[in-house]
């Protein structure tokens, strides 16, 4: 199944809800894994739009 595109917010948002449930004492270690894993996969497209839009504003900077 694909996962709907979100947008870099909407990403940072979900990494620092993830980060405040990480800081508390009340999470399994099985809970934990997937926190981590997702927070992992978050931060990969962050970088990747981070990589696209520097990229773009190359690419215009370039063109005038």
């Given amino acids: 199944m694909a996962e ?3 947008s870099y ?4 948002a979900e990494i620092e809800k993830i ?3 990480l800081r508390s004492d ?3 270690v099985d809970t934990l894994a ?5 927070a992992s996969e978050l931060i990969e497209l ?3 739009k981070l990589h696209k839009a520097e990229n ?4 215009l900077i ?3």
């Fill in 34 to 38: 997937q926190k981590v894993k997702r």
């Fill in 56 to 59: 773009d504003v190359k690419k």
């Fill in 4 to 6: 709907k595109k979100i």
């Fill in 46 to 48: 962050c970088k990747a």
């Fill in 26 to 28: 009340n999470i399994d």
């Fill in 19 to 21: 980060m405040a449930e």
């Fill in 62 to 64: 370039g063109e005038e």
């Fill in 9 to 12: 917010a909407e990403a940072t």
